[in-house]
């Protein structure tokens, strides 16, 4: 009778962590990549930026970006 109690809280334990696991990976879905500067979506994205932040700014002077030091995409759910 004692093995068979042992036994359950056992199974109950790994079904415990089980669902607590999948619950956090379904949470917390974010990869992040480096990326090269020279693709497409990454200059039309800069651009699009830029550009929106100088039509929303007050500043007389227009924004612009001289250097790049890293990438990142960020996917998520």
Do not use: G, P
Not at 29 to 49: G, R
């Amino acid at each position: 009778m004692a093995r068979l109690w042992q036994s359950l809280k056992l199974l109950l334990a790994i079904l415990v962590a089980l669902v607590a696991s999948s619950y956090q990976l379904k949470k917390t879905f974010i990869s992040i990549h480096e990326v090269s500067a020279v693709e497409q979506y990454v200059k039309d994205t800069l651009q699009y930026l830029t550009n929106e932040y100088n039509k929303e700014s007050d500043d007389k002077y227009n924004f612009r970006i001289l250097r790049i030091l890293k990438i990142q995409k960020q996917v998520s759910e």
